[in-house]
């Protein structure tokens, strides 16, 4: 069959293909764990419910406008005033499919074939596959002390005459690590002197631990004109538990956004309208939700790194942010997909391996589901790597016994 060379190029979302591994196992009866999803499992906000089903009732579900519904632009507007302190007109604004379309429609009108986009490694899975998809090329980097905390001179020395842009992921999918202010104020104004695009892809903001408060990237810019090339990319998929909605947004200048809105509106049309009203409910209704899930993310990762702490062999850095958490397992395996696949045979536990990210040896746990899940999903992993541990495993009723 005759298929695109980018058609080809582009990998499964090794993230989604994790989920539907653990739909079938669960389908079968099997006692699955998935500590590798991506996903809040609280309830979506009661206002954004009501008021999706409101236009659901009223029967007046159509066409939108490409960008999005002028009252999400608004409420999008108030939401960049509250967390940016910045006021943002309707024209700099677009709604999308998610976070990921507003990234994806960002990089097709900034990107030419062979440019270049830079990233911090371990990176989220879809940067590599989005550029490829432009016909650009993704470019990571590793900082060079090993840390989840990348450096400016780490980046600058990958930036050259195809860059043009930079994206920065903070809190950081798969590491939780939140980059220090400094480090912002120094990427803003590199990009600015270098005249390149900076993508702050914002989605965990607001799911941040131990005191930490949001971090505003356009203090740090000097140039707030029309002619900026910075571009803020948030959605209500992590912090409200929308998943499933499909609706994230981009500020960015008024020309950008409008390349962004032609291309959107040849490739979907602007989001759902249901959609669209259930945002607008989320972001203007009671936000107690939100708070309520930061506690319960940062609970979790208190559990999940005393647990890992005690887990002999493993490394692991406290994330600060996010509900994930990306520990160094090469002491029992490096190769992280055969580390992970040997976990979901023996133990039906799910987690991602590293090498998706950009770093093997390593397997990114995610912490946004039950307290119980990651205390047993933790001792099953234990029983199966340490030589020591005894003979035998239950779960539930079924016995398991060490074969290996
Ligand atoms: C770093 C990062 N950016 C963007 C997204 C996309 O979010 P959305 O569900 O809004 O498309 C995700 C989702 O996993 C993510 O981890």
């Known amino acids: 069959m005759s298929i695109s060379q980018i058609g080809r190029s582009i990998a499964e979302s090794a993230t989604l293909k994790l989920n539907e591994t653990a739909a079938i196992l669960r389908s079968k009866g099997e006692p ?28 007046e579900v159509r066409y939108t406008p490409a960008d999005g519904i002028p009252a999400l632009k608004k409420a999008v507007i108030r939401y960049t005033e509250e967390f940016y302190h910045r006021h943002v007109e309707p024209e700099n604004v677009i709604c999308s499919g998610g976070a990921k379309q507003a990234i994806m429609v960002a990089l097709q009108a900034i990107l030419n074939p062979q440019e270049e986009v830079v990233y911090p490694a371990p990176y989220w ?29 780490d980046i600058e020395a990958k930036v050259g005459p195809y860059t043009k842009a930079v994206i920065i992921n903070s809190p950081n999918n798969p590491t939780g690590a939140m980059y220090p202010e400094s480090f912002i104020a120094e990427i803003v104004q590199f990009c600015e002197d270098r005249d390149l695009y900076l993508i702050m892809d914002d989605i965990y903001h607001r799911l941040i631990f131990d005191g930490r408060k949001p971090i505003n990237c356009y203090k ?16 209500v998929s992590k912090q409200y538990a929308m998943t499933g909605f499909r609706l994230g947004w981009a500020v960015a200048s008024r020309q950008l956004i409008r390349v962004m809105t032609n291309i959107q509106s040849h490739q979907t049309s602007g989001p759902s309208a249901i959609v669209q009203h259930a945002a607008v409910g989320a972001l203007m209704g009671v936000q107690a939700g939100v708070e309520s ?20 062999g493993v490394k692991v850095q406290r994330p600060d942010g996010t509900f994930y958490c990306f520990a160094d397992f090469s002491a029992y395996d490096k190769n ?25 040896g390593h397997l990114r746990i995610s912490y946004c589901g039950a307290v119980k899940d990651i205390t047993e999903g933790i001792e099953r992993m234990k029983w199966v790597l340490d030589p020591d541990a005894p003979n035998e495993l239950y779960i539930g009723t079924r016995k398991l016994v060490r074969d290996w």
């Open 293 to 312: 899930l930061r506690q319960t993310l940062e609970n979790n990762r208190n559990v999940l790194i005393s647990r890992l702490q005690a887990f002999e």
């Open 220 to 235: 740090y810019a000097k140039d707030l004109s029309e002619n900026s090339k910075l571009i803020v990319v948030n959605g």
């Open 125 to 153: 899975v879809s940067y590599p596959e989005m550029a490829k998809l432009c016909g650009g090329v993704g470019v990571p980097v590793y900082p060079e002390d090993g840390s989840f905390y990348p450096r400016l001179k």
């Open 32 to 59: 699955v764990i998935h500590l590798g999803g991506g996903e809040p499992k609280s309830m979506p906000p009661i206002d954004a419910i009501v008021t999706a089903a409101q236009l659901l009732n009223s029967g």
């Open 336 to 360: 992280s997909a055969r580390l992970a696949q040997k976990l979901l045979d023996k133990v039906r536990v799910l987690v991602m391996p590293g090498i998706e990210f950009g770093l093997d």
